[in-house]
């Protein structure tokens, strides 16, 4: 659920004549939703915000899943867990191209949002871009790119995903972290490992939705008040932008035997089998389930 700052450009640095003139009139507001990559990084999917503005055809996205690993300190605070992200706005064409070169399928919403919500979420974006406010300390599960983008929406909306999002997710943070890894075993086996048991809690919907695919799913529930005050769905429309030619992603998490059940089962049977032996061989049984039980319990220690 990030992006690796490359060469794709960036717009243009905010100022008072791109601020918002309060109407919105003129400003369009659509959910880009990215599906999984190749990538570690790439493998739970993307969002952004894309604003057009109508009058001058400018049309940015606004993303939060921005890192780069030139940064002075990025390997020792990813292996802390405390990375430094932050947030920019790309030019729309330069945006999609970059996902499709890397065969990331692209899904559009446009939301209904009134003219004084969309004006409002552009300011706030904005000022969001501004140094001072663009950088944050990066969570997997609960401060990332999608919650960004799911939180400045639900600002603007005075909570409605929020309200909508009450009802039970499907999975945990680790079902879902397994799930969307298990095709890379060294990945989806470490994170099973060094998941906590917080990550075994029930999800609402709004949780899930750290997850850019199941945002996209809960804002199809979701329902606001137009500029009559008559409740309509806040999904306009829903388009598919570019298709990838990749297997989908996977809907159910493995199971939770495996390796590391093996490694306690072999360094068991090892110790059980010195029992009847005597002198060198009994040794070599004794250090082979030393080996195999000292690395159980450093996975699990971890």
């Known amino acids: 659920m990030a992006v690796l700052v490359l060469a794709a450009g960036l717009a243009s640095e905010p100022s008072a004549a791109q601020e918002p003139n309060g109407a919105g009139e003129h400003l369009r507001v659509h959910l880009l939703t990215m599906g999984p990559g190749d990538e570690v990084w790439e493998r739970f999917g993307h969002n952004a915000l894309w604003i057009r503005d109508e009058n001058t055809g400018d049309d940015r996205v606004y993303n939060w899943g921005l890192f780069s690993f030139e940064e002075e300190g990025f390997l020792l605070r990813f292996l802390q867990g405390h990375m430094r992200y932050w947030m920019d706005a790309m030019p729309l064409d330069a945006t999609l191209r970059e996902y499709e070169a890397r065969n990331r399928s692209i899904w559009i919403q446009e939301l209904a949002l009134t003219p004084a919500q969309r004006a409002e979420l552009l300011e706030f974006a904005e000022w969001n871009r501004l140094p001072r406010n663009r950088y944050y300390w990066y969570d997997y599960f609960r ?119 093996g490694l306690a089962l072999a360094a068991g049977l090892l110790l059980v089998g010195s029992a009847g032996l005597k002198g060198r061989r009994r040794s070599w049984f004794r250090i082979g389930a030393a080996v195999v039980g000292g690395t159980w319990c450093l996975l699990a220690g971890a």
């Open 143 to 261: 401060d990332n790119c999608s919650t960004r983008v799911r939180d400045a929406l639900d600002l603007v909306l005075d909570g409605a995903i929020r309200r909508a999002g009450i009802p039970p997710g499907e999975g945990t943070y680790r079902w879902h972290a397994r799930r969307l890894t298990q095709n890379a075993f060294v990945i989806e086996r470490g994170m099973h490992v060094l998941l906590g048991p917080r990550s075994d809690r029930p999800l609402s919907r709004w949780d899930e939705s750290f997850l850019p695919m199941e945002l996209m799913a809960l804002l199809e529930t979701v329902k606001v008040e137009d500029e009559a005050g008559d409740p309509t769905p806040l999904v306009k429309e829903s388009r598919t932008l570019f298709q990838a030619e990749r297997e989908p992603e996977p809907a159910e998490s493995p199971g939770f035997g495996g390796g590391l059940v």
